[in-house]
């Protein structure tokens, strides 16, 4: 080892050692990881209440050490710390073959640990379809891992470890972990518990009514888990507001289509997660809610004018600005008003750098969309993209499909001076500060017995369902139907769509939806579609789930003309979005869950026979058939 690399290793070790200290005392007072803002903390058994407190969102941490950290660094590092990158396998270090292979193949590494050393990470991106998330104990074995592997490489950093646990239609992470009501859920709650104006401010970010503080509750315990495993990074909320019934890739991920409400429940969760020791991420900047591509797929445009935007698409995002959010995460469209160069919102600096950081003020990390997504890839090449994104103005690269060639093309740029060291450094400087703001530099490791301790407990699956509660909306029910008697013990045929469960781990909707309705006193069946129709007569119902009904031919609308043309009574229960019943005769009764998964289901049958009254209403029209707000309840 040169003199000069020793030199450096130790200007590095003594900085951290600054950092970790500098930590330390900010735990001292008052300021450690989970109840940051005066609530309780992740592991002592009690259910957030969803109130704020008085104590600032994380530690303070200590710039002056983090700038010796980052002078010590060398230059490989600091692109290095950039980078989060998904990485094959259940464990760091003996994944399993085919897991390795395909690590060797991707990024000429066997394991995560190795990845992590050869790149000098910055974090670590979890997925189910990567393997990372079998179970809660084994997630947290792995985050403790590429911790020990970060620790014991180059600059001996933390990782931030991340992963996209929405709830509702996007969780990564599965049961046993506690699975939330999703956006638009929580959405349907705040239509029922103040509407859209309630006690907000301009911005949206006013004080919490019930509503917003069971969507900060749900944050709290999703965070409390998330944090738990190790995972300390959170890309939600997602702070669309969707107004287009068509959009493909946000619909029930959104809170609804009123921005002043999606504001007040992007806020509450961002103050959830991070209360919780955990850094939310406020996504798709500028925002994706009125688009019909989908960004995976293709390059969405934008057509908001400047107007618009600012009336619709800016204020969650000023609101999430404004409660502290940790990181924003932009998006893979193009937004003519904003920039008409036609570059992607990503690696555009009049909308990263112009609006974000100088109009909204934010100065936290920008994290751009996944670097492997069509939309970033169109117009320019995979070695261009990340540099042009560190140009606009963002932070953290996240997942480029050839890890080698992006890290490469960085060092290049900075060597041929594209881009600077001060403008790398800058980055890194608030990656770092992140970092030590969720704790990471001295409590990176995750705690033993933490995972069951916190993850799944009865409190939190209590809470979910006590949220669940308040979600489903009553659309329609016009001979009164429902609810059903469960003292008359009535058959009930359950059919209709069982898309895949988000997570894996829940499902299918109609065995859930029957053996709920069972439970409660229903003698309840599930059916395949090709039998429901036969099977039908002899019930005194039939809930018919549908999932995204399309426009014109479409097999869900013959399956309920065919079960209406039986006589017997029909139950519309729409399992994704709300907009189903627009494209569909109409039943003698109708509901809305907005998500498919086991805690919806359960809720849904609760209010179908009356154990709960409805009290959801829709965040969102639905064209048509019922305005913004609309939803009924029980005599």
């Known amino acids: ?132 998330t079998r179970d809660p104990q084994q997630i947290a074995e792995l985050s403790a891992a590429l911790q020990r592997a970060a620790a014991g490489a180059g600059s001996g950093i933390p990782l931030l470890l991340s992963t996209d646990q929405e709830h509702g239609a996007v969780a990564r992470i599965g049961k046993p972990a506690t699975l939330l009501p999703g956006a638009m859920a929580l959405g349907a709650r705040h239509g029922a518990g103040g509407g859209t104006g309630g006690t907000s401010t301009g911005s949206g970010t006013g004080s919490d009514s019930a509503a917003t503080a069971e969507a900060r509750r749900a944050a709290r315990i999703a965070g409390a888990e998330l944090a738990a495993m190790g995972i300390r990074q959170d890309y939600a909320p997602v702070a669309d507001v969707n107004v287009n019934p068509a959009n493909p890739v946000i619909g029930v991920r959104s809170f609804g289509s009123d921005p002043q409400a999606v504001a007040a429940l992007v806020a509450a969760q961002v103050r959830g997660y991070q209360g919780a020791g955990v850094a939310a991420t406020a996504k798709h900047f500028p925002g994706h809610g009125d688009t019909e591509t989908d960004s995976h797929v293709g390059l969405p445009v934008m057509r908001h004018s400047r107007a618009q935007w600012e009336k619709l698409d800016e204020p969650p995002f000023r609101a999430a600005v404004e409660a502290g959010v940790d990181a924003v995460m932009t998006a893979h469209i193009v ?154 013990a009535p058959r009930v045929l359950v059919t209709g769509a069982d898309p895949a469960s988000p997570s894996g781990t829940t499902g299918p909707p109609t065995a859930v939806l029957a053996r709920e309705l069972t439970a409660l006193g229903c003698r309840a069946t599930a059916a395949a579609p090709a039998r429901a129709v036969a099977a039908a007569p002899g019930n005194a119902a039939v809930l018919v789930c549908t999932y995204n009904v399309a426009e014109g031919d479409d097999p869900q609308r013959t399956l309920v003309e065919e079960l209406l043309a039986t006589g017997v009574p029909v139950v519309l229960v729409a399992i994704r979005n709300p907009y189903d019943p627009a494209r569909l005769p109409a039943c003698a009764a109708e509901l809305a869950t907005y998500t498919w998964t086991d805690v919806e289901m359960r809720a849904a049958a609760r209010v179908v026979t009356g154990a709960v009254r409805p009290t959801g209403r829709l965040p969102v029209p639905v064209p048509g058939r019922y305005p913004l707000g609309h939803g009924l309840s029980y005599d």
Not at 61 to 84: I, T, Y
């Open 1 to 132: 080892m040169s003199y000069h690399a020793s030199r450096r290793s130790l200007l590095t070790a003594a900085a951290l050692a600054a950092v970790s200290a500098a930590g330390v005392a900010s735990y001292a007072a008052g300021r450690g990881p989970g109840g940051e803002d005066g609530g309780p903390r992740p592991g002592d058994g009690r259910p957030d209440d969803g109130r704020p407190g008085d104590r600032p969102p994380g530690r303070v941490p200590d710039r002056a050490a983090l700038r010796r950290l980052v002078a010590g660094m060398s230059l490989a590092e600091k692109v290095g710390q950039l980078f989060v990158s998904r990485a094959y396998g259940h464990s760091a270090t003996d994944p399993d073959p085919a897991d390795a292979e395909q690590n060797q193949q991707l990024f000429g590494v066997r394991t995560a640990a190795e990845l992590v050393s050869r790149y000098h990470l910055g974090g670590i991106i979890y997925f189910s379809w990567a393997h990372n």
């Open 335 to 488: 937004f003519p008003a904003l920039d008409p160069s036609g570059d992607p919102a990503t690696l555009s600096r009049p909308i990263v750098t112009g609006i974000l950081r100088e109009r909204l003020g934010f100065r936290g990390v920008v994290v751009t969309d996944a670097l492997d997504m069509a939309g970033v890839r169109q117009k320019y090449g995979d070695d261009r993209v990340p540099v042009l994104a560190l140009k606009a103005g963002c932070d953290q690269l996240l997942n480029p499909p050839d890890l080698g060639l992006a890290h490469r093309s960085v060092l290049a740029a900075v060597e041929a001076g594209e881009l600077t060291r001060a403008r790398i450094e800058e980055s890194v400087l608030r990656i770092l500060e992140l970092k030590a703001r969720r704790g990471l530099f001295d409590a990176a490791h995750t705690a033993a017995g933490r995972t069951d301790a916190l993850v799944g407990v009865p409190a939190h699956l209590t809470a979910a369902d006590e949220i669940a509660a308040g979600t489903t909306t009553l659309l329609a029910n016009p001979v009164k139907l429902l609810p059903l008697d469960p003292a008359a």
